[in-house]
């Protein structure tokens, strides 16, 4: 049987989970149609889904479509959890693209179809909610046109709209499929002009699968009117999975928990097999596969091309790892989704001080699950910092912690993470065993100004054999710990460091021949003194803080874009030029990422509520005014004032020196 992967995407409330229930249904997988209204829907399974009705974790449902098995990921249509929709999209075949009658497209609707567009998933368009008061045809088929894609090809004709009789008749006006082909097919218009055979479902079916043309469907996923139809294009326009050979390559897009802890990694197979017991290759270590289960399959077996399953016994595995063969390791074949960071914190604290470190190991689960998620922990003030998108992942976290760890939390106010960038260039030496160093370590270190998303490199200009390489182990992962906190306190993201200068004191012994600590360096003088070194090449570089700052597009009523022009100035946002029109009018432009939740909750009074606001992160740029800082989260200094021995380059001013105990 032929294997296609599907996603259902959808803006919130469009009735993309009900459409998942419909289809369940209509393949006699589900003996009932669950409500999202009553919470007895089959694909949401985390508790908040189904009090709120919106779907916040992809989840895997298996029917069949006449002689194709279709794994149906039923994905999140939220804002706040875009990355868990980009991570499902790495999977997919093909997807629906949902939208409401009555609602028309949504901002997030064009965020979506951009994103399928832009990783090229083909996609159908399902008009749900067509037995809805309000809803309607013509006027959601020209938003699609100009605001998605005027590469769509209305596959039917809608009646009794608005009332429970509503229907979907699937007719296609041929000269109108025509029209829309032959826009991108040559041949085809060749063929029409000498009157040879055209095959239009044949080439409607090709330019689906190479995301050129974009088929739209209307019906209602409660009555089930249209959804027949939606199936049968499911099956004809959109592709199989592919049946590559090779050495095994899948990627893991979800990672959870199972009921005695065990990590359980949700795969798709791109080449190859994985068996129960084989050993394969993942992130940078290599596990056995303990037990399998292949959606549409049994526990055991054999997971194969093109197939998603669930695989067990990779203690270490996480979301993003890459599955290989040890011996053969295969290029991924994977779309590679990228993500925007996280922009927004909040400090979570257990209400009962007894619970504090379980709530240390269930965020630690948690941020196992979604790696978008960071967790940063101040030891010196005893809190712990997570990473948000939008203020729902509050919900979302403040409920998994109640429901599956018996903890409940409070949330402080979320802040905007900021990052360090450096201004310039610095270097700083400390020698063994000279001007109070109280570690039996040299470590010298230059810091340089890198591209930004390069990353943190740390090179060597000493030789790697003069000293062991432990210790220079032990200098590189403190550099990479040490620039999770600047100057400012915030991420220093990118940076190139090299090492000028290093020396130890070799092992040794009394004459008894026992290892004496006190006269011989260990990893632990090297981690210690490295942040100090460090940080006085930081200060000597110095740096400058950066922002986030969100790209947005507003639809408003022309006559109140005076009222809106003043508030995003007030908000520091930076619009272009308004695209003015009769009736609606388009602002684009820069806002602080700090601003957007303030903008989105003003933006209704402002426009009468007809105001659609679209925002994504676009970049950082450097803070004006006053520069914002964040509290440091470990002891280690940052201001030349506290560091107590490195040498600086000349121009840099010392402070006293401080001793850190040590035996001498």
């Not at 310039?424 to 270190?445: Q, S, W």
């Not at 903008?599 to 950082?620: I, K, M």
């Not at 021995?645 to 850190?660: D, I, Q, V, Y």
Request: include cysteine; aromatic fraction near 6%.
């Amino acid at each position: 049987m032929e294997i296609l992967n599907l996603g259902i995407l959808a803006h919130v409330d469009a009735g993309k989970t009900s459409l998942t229930e419909r289809l369940l249904f209509a393949a006699g997988v589900i003996d009932a149609v669950g409500s999202v209204d009553d919470g007895s829907t089959q694909t949401d399974s985390l508790a908040l889904e189904r009090q709120r009705g919106i779907t916040i974790k992809s989840a895997v449902a298996t029917f069949a479509i006449g002689d194709v098995q279709i794994n149906l990921i039923d994905t999140p249509g939220h804002p706040d959890f875009i990355a868990e929709v980009e991570r499902a999209l790495s999977v997919l075949d093909g997807a629906v693209l949902v939208i409401s009658a009555v609602e028309g497209v949504q901002a997030q609707t064009r965020i979506l179809m951009r994103t399928l567009q832009r990783l090229r998933i083909p996609t159908l368009i399902f008009v749900n909610k067509l037995d809805r008061p309000g809803a309607q045809y013509d006027g959601v088929l020209r938003q699609i046109a100009a605001r998605l894609t005027p590469a769509i090809v209305p596959m039917g004709e809608a009646a009794y709209l608005g009332t429970p009789e509503a229907a979907f008749k699937a007719i296609v006006q041929e000269d109108t499929l025509l029209d829309v082909l032959a826009e991108h097919d040559d041949d085809l218009l060749q063929r029409y002009v000498d009157g040879a055979p055209l095959g239009l479902h044949d080439v409607l079916a090709r330019q689906t699968r190479q995301v050129i043309v974009h088929p739209v469907y209307f019906g209602s996923a409660i009555t089930g009117a249209g959804t027949d139809a939606l199936a049968d294009g499911i099956r004809d326009l959109l592709p199989r999975a592919g049946t590559a050979a090779g050495p095994l390559d899948g990627t893991v897009f979800k990672v959870e928990r199972g009921p005695s802890g065990e990590k359980i990694a949700y795969v798709r197979l791109f080449a190859g097999t994985a068996s129960v017991r084989d050993r394969v290759r993942y992130g940078d270590t290599d596990g056995k596969i303990t037990a399998l289960e292949t959606y549409g399959a049994t526990y055991g077996g054999t997971l194969g091309t093109g197939q998603i399953g669930k695989l067990w016994g990779l203690p270490d595995i996480q979301i993003g790892d890459s599955i290989t063969d040890p011996e053969h390791p295969a290029s991924s074949r994977r779309i590679q989704a990228r993500f925007a960071p996280p922009t927004l914190e909040t400090v979570v604290t257990a209400r009962r001080p007894s619970d504090k470190g379980n709530l240390q190991v269930a965020l630690t689960q948690l941020a196992e699950q979604d790696p978008l998620i960071n967790l940063r922990q101040d030891d010196l003030r005893q809190e712990t910092y997570v990473s948000l998108y939008g203020e729902v992942q509050k919900e979302v976290i403040e409920t998994t912690l109640a429901t599956e760890y018996g903890i409940a939390v409070d949330f402080r106010e979320t802040t905007t993470i900021c990052v360090e960038r450096l201004a310039g260039t610095g270097h700083a030496v400390e020698f063994n065993k000279k001007d109070a160093n109280p570690f039996l370590a040299t470590v010298g270190l230059r810091v340089e100004p890198a591209p930004v998303d390069a990353g943190v490199t740390f090179a060597l200009e000493v030789e790697l054999g003069s000293m062991p390489y432990a210790f220079v182990k032990a200098v590189e992962e403190t550099v990479r710990e040490t620039l999770h906190e600047g100057l400012h306190g915030w991420q220093i993201p990118d940076a190139h460091v090299v090492m000028t200068h290093s020396g130890y004191s070799a092992r040794q012994s009394h004459a008894h021949a026992v290892f004496d600590k006190s006269m011989s360096s260990t990893a632990g003088d090297f981690r210690l003194l490295t942040p100090l070194v460090l940080m006085t090449a930081i200060q000597q570089a110095g740096t400058t803080v950066h922002e986030p700052m969100h790209h947005f597009r507003l639809e408003i009523p022309t006559d109140t874009t005076r009222a809106v022009l003043a508030t995003l100035a007030r908000l520091r946002a930076i619009p272009q030029v308004p695209a003015l029109a009769a009736e609606t009018s388009t602002l684009e432009g820069e806002i602080p990422a700090a601003a957007v939740y303030e903008l989105e909750q003003q933006l209704p009074a402002l426009t009468r509520g007809e105001g659609v606001l679209e925002s994504a992160f676009d970049r950082y740029q450097p803070v004006t005014g006053q520069v914002p800082s964040r509290p440091r989260t470990d002891p280690r200094p940052a201001q030349p004032a506290r560091i107590p021995t490195a040498r600086a380059a000349p121009g840099l001013t010392h402070a006293p020196r401080l001793r850190r105990g040590r035996r001498r």
